[in-house]
């Protein structure tokens, strides 16, 4: 599977080759497949299509096929790669690549899972992406953007403690260097940022301003216009990523409620933590059992074993995305508020429980994530809401 064509090998169940067609990756080209496939499918045979990662290039080609009727298997990449390697001479040519997929196909039809690219995980796995992409922006234009104030307003921090906010974009923008500020009248300074600041800004915020830039000292130097012109280059960006920011968000909380999920019902899931979880599992019917889900998510530990000896180790395979998801929840639900009431007293107690027994508190972690992926399969299965263990076990006494 390529972003413009696809290879693709046929092979009967004695691995012999038959055939080999390669297309362009677009709908128009993808009944030459058909066509070339079922010149080979006589005698009632039933053609099966199996595809090296059918959610990434290979998306297309699956729901055309799927929408036809054909039966279509998803090929993880690193069973294709073993089948590559396993040969006594290595190669590697699109050919070889297609035929290596075919016979993972052949050897494992029970096994392999059915490809189900359903269109509105693709599209929130899509929007939370582009959300996650938006963020690394913003997060490095503004990296750039203190790079330049804290050289024109050395004490910026006593006026604006986020760089970011609507407010001070808006003074950066109008007041890039100190020569901006020059014969400004506290009133009028407060008048102009209230308009700005919902009324937050107040004379004495003008003032505090204004004696702050007098208290720097001159920071004007050669070429400053230039200097300038990045400031509010940068803030024309920042602003820009905002407004990209609250559509994308906005698009995620219309999508959110077709997949009928109950996970921000558990204390420290919000909606943010909630789509990732759906972009990284995708339709929880792909995994028979929360085994294959832990599986999926590196959570579940891997046994290394020879002549009845070995030990359960970290898995080092595994989505890391999803993996990070459950283990910084896994942080959330130990954690206490100021008052001392834990978010969660039972997964609380069972932390303090094996910390004090002497195991180490990221394996104790993980060992929560684990019991996390139980959870959560069973809510996104069920679509049932969360239930507080503690309460349930006050409510059965």
């Not at 290595?90 to 050897?107: F, P, T």
């Not at 392999?112 to 796995?125: E, G, H, K, R, V």
């Not at 294959?292 to 998510?297: D, E, G, Q, S, V």
Request: hydrophobic fraction near 35%; charged fraction near 25%.
């Amino acid at each position: 599977m390529h972003k413009e064509s696809h290879t693709a090998v046929i092979l009967n169940c004695w691995n012999e080759k038959l055939g080999e067609i390669t297309i362009a990756n677009k709908p128009s080209e993808f009944h030459k497949l058909v066509t070339k496939v079922d010149k080979y499918c006589k005698e009632e045979k039933t053609p099966v299509y199996g595809l090296e990662n059918a959610y990434g290039y290979g998306r297309g080609l699956a729901v055309w096929l799927i929408e036809k009727g054909y039966v279509v298997k998803d090929v993880n990449t690193a069973l294709s790669f073993a089948q590559r390697k396993s040969v006594p001479i290595y190669q590697k040519s699109d050919s070889y690549d297609a035929e290596a997929v075919a016979l993972v196909v052949i050897n494992n039809i029970d096994t392999l899972p059915d490809a189900i690219p359903n269109d509105a995980y693709w599209t929130i796995s899509q929007l939370v992406r582009r959300r996650d992409n938006i963020k690394v922006q913003h997060i490095r234009i503004k990296n750039q953007l203190h790079e330049q104030i804290c050289v024109t307003y050395p004490s910026y921090k006593t006026c604006f403690k986020d760089i970011s906010t609507k407010t001070a974009l808006y003074f950066w923008d109008n007041y890039p260097s100190q020569e901006y500020l020059t014969g400004k009248d506290p009133e009028e300074l407060a008048e102009e940022l209230r308009a700005v600041s919902h009324n937050r800004c107040s004379i004495n915020t003008a003032n505090v301003i204004l004696d702050m830039v007098k208290n720097d000292g001159n920071t004007n130097h050669e070429y400053q216009s230039s200097r300038d012109a990045i400031t509010r280059s940068l803030v024309s960006d920042l602003q820009h990523y905002n407004m990209q920011l609250k559509e994308v968000e906005k698009s995620i909380e219309e999508l959110y409620p077709v997949f009928e999920c109950t996970l921000m019902t558990m204390p420290g899931v919000d909606i943010a933590t909630a789509t990732n979880m759906l972009a990284e599992i995708g339709d929880i019917k792909r995994f028979p059992s929360a085994d294959k889900l832990a599986k999926f998510a590196g959570v579940a530990p891997t046994r290394f074993s020879s002549a009845g000896k070995g030990n359960d180790l970290p898995s080092k395979q595994g989505n890391r995305r999803l993996q990070a998801i459950f283990y910084f929840l896994a942080i959330q639900m130990i954690q206490v508020s100021p008052k001392g009431v834990p978010r969660n007293e039972v997964f609380r107690e069972y932390y303090i429980r094996r910390t004090s027994e002497g195991k180490n508190k990221k394996q104790v972690l993980i060992c929560i994530s684990r019991r996390l992926v139980n959870i959560i399969y069973g809510m996104l299965k069920n679509k049932t809401e969360y239930r507080d263990p503690s309460k349930v076990k006050i409510d059965r006494e």
